[in-house]
C-alpha cells in the first residue's frame, strides 16, 4: 500500500504505542487511523468513513474536534482503553515537510487527569505490588492530585484487604506475576481493574532504587528508608517508571512519597466494608443508602476525598481520636461561625487536581482563573477560625498559605472569563504584556484605523466619496471612482480595475495590510507562550498549593462532621485505649435517615473484657439483630474516625480489627456458594 508521509509517521508511532488508541493531532481534529478508527467509531458512536475510499488502499478512519476530546477520552477510558495523545510539535507554517508530531500524553483509567473524567469525591488510584518471601510491597499514586503512598506487610490477607480497599483503578506488574496465587487472590477481589504487566528489568529492586533516587531527593526518600525495604521500592519504582514512561508534559506535582502504616490504622476486611455499606449499598451498589452518604456534608471536593479516607481508615491511636474530635466539638458548638466556614469553603475549587493540571501542564484559563478564586476565600476563611483553639484547627490556620504572589499574577494576566482553549485566544488580560496589547488592537480596532485613513486621504486628495475596504482576494484597497481616477496621488499604485472604479494601495496601507494579516496569528501565539509562562510561574509554586489545599480539605471534613453531629443530635464519644465499649440510646446513623417516618428505637450495648465479652443475640426475622449488628461497628468506627456518635452517651475502647458477617448470601460471581462463602470468611475472622 502507497501511504502518505503523514500515515507513515503516524504507523512509525503506532508502533511505539501499539497497546493505545492514538489520537493523531490532524489541524483543529484528532484523528485515528484503521483499527484504531473501527473501534473508536464503535464506542463512540461516530461516523467511521476512509480515505481513498473506493480504491483498494483505502484507510478506515474518524475524527473528533480537538476542543471536544476530553469527553470522547473519557468514554474510551471507561471501556478499559489507554489513548495517547499526539500532537504537532512545531507550527505546520514553519515545518519542512511533514508536521513534526509526538505523544505527549498517554491516558489510561488510571492516568486520568482531567476533570471531566474523574469522580470528585473518590481518588483515582494506579498501583503496583510486589511480592518476595511472603513480604508484600505495595505503591499507590493518584497522578490527578500527586499522592504517592507505600506500604509494605508480611501478612497476606491484611495486604489483599489493603488493595481492595483502595478501589485501584489500573495495575502495573512484574510479568513474573502471571498466574501467581496472590495475583488471582486479588482478581478474586477486585475485577474492575486494568493490569499491565512489565519486564523484570524494569521492575528490578536496583533499578527501581535508582529511578526513586533520581527522581525525588534525600528528604524525602529517608522517610521511607529504600535500604529495608526492597520489596515496596520495587513496587513504587515501578509506577513511577510507569507514569515517568507515560507523561511527557511533567508531573512535578508528584513531590513526596508518604508510608502507608497499615498498622496504624483499624483494620476493616473486604467484607466488613461491604457489610457495613460504607461506600455501596449491597443491593444495587448504590452511593445513596450508605454511611458515607450520611456524612458527606462537606462543601469541596478535597473535603470528600479527606472525609472518604477518614471512614476507609479509621485511626487506632486515642491521642489522634481526640484531636479530631476536639476540632469537630469545637465547630459543631458555634453555629454562625460553622455556617459562615462552609459558605467560604464552598467557593473553593479541587486545588489539589487543580494544581495536578497546572503541574501537568494541562491547565486551562479557566482552571487559573478557579485557582484565584478559591485563593481569593482563604484571607476570609482564616479570619473565621481565628477564635477557634483547638489544635487541629490551630495547624490549618498556620498551614493554608493566602498566596499572595499566585492571586497578583493571575489577577493581572488572565481575564476572568477565559475561552476553554488557549488556542481560541483573548485569554491575556489587556496591559499584561505591551506587545500582545499592539497585535490586540490591530486586529480589534480594525474598523477604526480604516475609517481614520479614509477620512484623512480623502482630506489629502479632495477626493470625498473615496473608500478604503478590504475582501479576501484583493485584501485592503482605496477605490477611486473612473470620474476622480485622475486624481489619484503618485504614491497610489493601481491594484484592481472595475467597471466604473479602480482600486489601489499606498505604502500606508501595504504596511497595515502586512501587519494586521499577521496581528491576530502572532496575537494566539504570543498568548500561548504568554500562558504557557503564567503556568510555569504557578507550577513552581506547587508545594504551596499542596499544603493548602491538605489543610482546606481537613477543615472541610472537619466541618461537615460538625455539620452532621448538629443536625442528627450525635454525641461526643469518650475515647480511650481501655477494654470497654459502652453505648446509651445508640442508633443506627443510615437506617434512622432512610426510615423517618417509622423512627428509630434506640437501644444500649456494654462489653468488656470480663463479664461481657460475647454477646449473643435471638430473636425472630426482622427483629432487627443485623442492623443491631451493624449498629455497634459503625458507631465504633465513627468514634475512631473522629466523628461524633448517634447515641445519648458513649464510651468507646479502640479495636485494632473489626469483622462482620451478617446473613447468607451467596457470591455467583465468583464461583463460591453460600457455604463457601461463609466459610472463606469466617477463616478470615
Not at 511472603?134 to 489493603?162: H, Q
Not at 472518604?308 to 491511636?317: S, T
Not at 504614491?491 to 482600486?503: G, H, I, P
Not at 470480663?610 to 461497628?633: C, E, H, W
Amino acid at each position: 500500500m502507497k501511504l502518505t508521509p503523514a500515515m507513515r509517521q503516524y504507523l512509525e508511532i503506532k508502533e511505539r504505542y501499539k497497546d493505545c488508541i492514538i489520537f493523531f493531532r490532524m489541524g483543529d481534529f484528532y484523528e485515528m487511523f484503521f483499527e484504531d478508527a473501527v473501534t473508536a467509531s464503535r464506542i463512540l458512536e461516530i461516523t467511521l468513513t476512509s480515505r481513498n475510499k473506493g480504491k483498494e488502499n483505502s484507510i478506515p478512519f474518524c475524527g473528533v474536534p480537538h476542543h471536544a476530546a476530553a469527553a470522547y477520552i473519557s468514554k474510551l477510558i471507561d471501556e478499559g482503553y489507554k489513548v495517547a495523545i499526539c500532537e504537532q510539535v512545531e507550527d505546520p507554517k514553519e515545518a519542512k515537510g511533514i508536521v513534526k508530531r509526538e505523544v505527549v500524553r498517554v491516558v489510561t483509567p488510571g492516568l486520568v487527569a482531567d476533570s471531566e473524567n474523574l469522580s470528585a469525591k473518590k481518588n483515582n488510584f494506579l498501583a503496583s505490588f510486589s511480592v518476595k518471601n511472603e513480604t508484600f510491597g505495595l505503591a499507590f499514586i493518584d497522578i490527578s492530585t500527586g499522592e504517592f503512598w507505600v506500604s509494605e506487610s508480611a501478612e497476606r490477607e491484611v495486604f489483599l484487604n489493603e488493595v481492595a480497599g483502595l478501589d485501584i483503578r489500573e495495575l502495573v506488574l512484574c510479568d513474573d506475576l502471571k498466574g501467581s496465587d496472590v495475583l488471582k487472590s486479588f482478581c478474586f477481589r477486585e475485577n474492575n481493574c486494568i493490569i499491565n504487566f512489565l519486564s523484570f528489568d524494569d521492575f528490578s529492586h536496583e533499578a527501581s532504587a535508582d529511578l526513586l533516587k533520581e527522581y525525588f531527593n534525600e528528604e524525602v526518600l529517608q522517610d521511607i528508608d529504600l535500604e529495608n525495604h526492597p520489596v515496596m521500592v520495587q513496587a513504587a519504582g515501578t509506577v513511577l517508571r510507569y507514569v515517568k514512561d507515560t507523561q511527557r508534559e511533567g508531573f512535578g506535582h508528584i513531590n513526596s512519597i508518604t508510608w502507608h502504616e497499615i498498622q496504624g490504622y483499624l483494620l476493616l476486611d473486604e467484607t466488613a466494608k461491604k457489610n457495613l455499606e460504607l461506600f455501596a449499598t449491597i443491593q444495587g451498589g448504590s452511593k445513596v443508602g450508605t454511611l458515607f452518604h450520611v456524612l458527606d456534608e462537606t462543601v469541596t471536593s478535597i473535603g470528600a476525598r479527606r472525609l472518604r479516607w477518614w471512614l476507609n481508615y479509621p485511626l487506632f491511636d486515642p491521642e489522634r481520636i481526640r484531636e479530631r474530635l476536639a476540632a469537630v466539638s469545637e465547630i459543631k458548638e458555634k453555629h454562625i461561625l460553622r455556617k459562615s466556614l462552609r459558605e467560604l469553603l464552598s467557593h473553593v475549587y479541587d486545588l489539589e487536581r487543580l494544581g495536578g493540571r497546572i503541574s501537568m501542564g494541562i491547565a486551562n484559563g479557566r482552571d487559573l482563573v478557579s485557582l484565584k478564586t478559591s485563593l481569593t476565600m482563604i484571607p476570609a476563611i482564616k479570619e473565621v477560625i481565628g477564635p477557634l483553639e483547638s489544635l487541629k484547627i490551630t495547624n490549618v490556620r498556620h498551614g493554608i498559605d493566602e498566596m499572595p504572589d499566585i492571586v497578583d499574577l493571575i489577577e493581572r494576566s488572565i481575564v476572568d472569563d477565559p475561552p476553554l482553549t488557549i488556542g481560541e485566544g483573548y485569554v491575556i488580560k489587556k496591559g499584561y504584556d505591551e506587545e500582545l496589547d499592539s497585535l490586540v488592537s490591530l486586529a480589534t480596532d480594525g474598523k477604526k484605523w480604516i475609517a481614520a485613513l479614509e477620512e484623512k486621504e480623502r482630506k489629502r486628495t479632495g477626493i470625498h466619496n473615496l473608500k478604503v475596504g478590504f475582501n479576501n482576494v484583493f485584501g485592503y484597497y482605496i477605490e477611486i471612482t473612473k470620474t476622480n481616477a485622475a486624481l489619484a496621488p503618485d504614491d497610489y499604485v493601481r491594484k484592481q480595475t472595475l467597471v466604473n472604479a479602480e482600486r489601489y494601495i499606498n505604502e500606508e496601507l501595504k504596511q497595515y495590510e502586512s501587519t494586521v494579516l499577521n496581528a491576530e496569528e502572532k496575537q494566539k501565539r504570543l498568548e500561548h507562550d504568554l500562558f504557557v509562562d503564567i503556568r510555569a510561574q504557578i507550577g513552581c509554586e506547587i508545594k504551596r498549593i499542596q499544603k493548602t489545599a491538605f489543610h482546606l480539605a481537613e477543615l472541610d471534613a472537619l466541618t461537615a462532621l460538625s455539620e452532621v453531629a448538629e443536625r442528627y443530635n450525635y454525641c461526643c464519644p469518650k475515647v480511650n485505649d481501655d477494654d470497654f465499649i459502652e453505648i446509651i440510646d445508640g442508633r443506627h446513623p443510615v437506617v434512622e435517615r432512610m426510615n423517618l417516618a417509622d423512627g428509630f428505637v434506640p437501644n444500649d450495648t456494654l462489653m468488656d473484657s470480663l463479664d461481657n465479652r460475647f454477646l449473643m443475640i435471638t430473636g425472630p426475622n426482622m427483629a432487627g439483630k443485623s442492623t443491631y449488628i451493624r449498629q455497634v461497628a459503625i458507631i465504633v468506627l465513627l468514634a475512631q474516625m473522629g466523628s461524633f456518635v448517634p447515641a445519648a452517651r458513649a464510651t468507646i475502647g479502640v479495636v485494632d480489627k473489626l469483622f462482620t458477617r451478617v446473613g447468607a448470601a451467596d457470591s455467583l460471581a465468583r464461583g463460591q456458594s453460600t457455604f463457601m462463602v461463609e466459610m472463606t470468611e469466617v477463616a478470615t475472622i
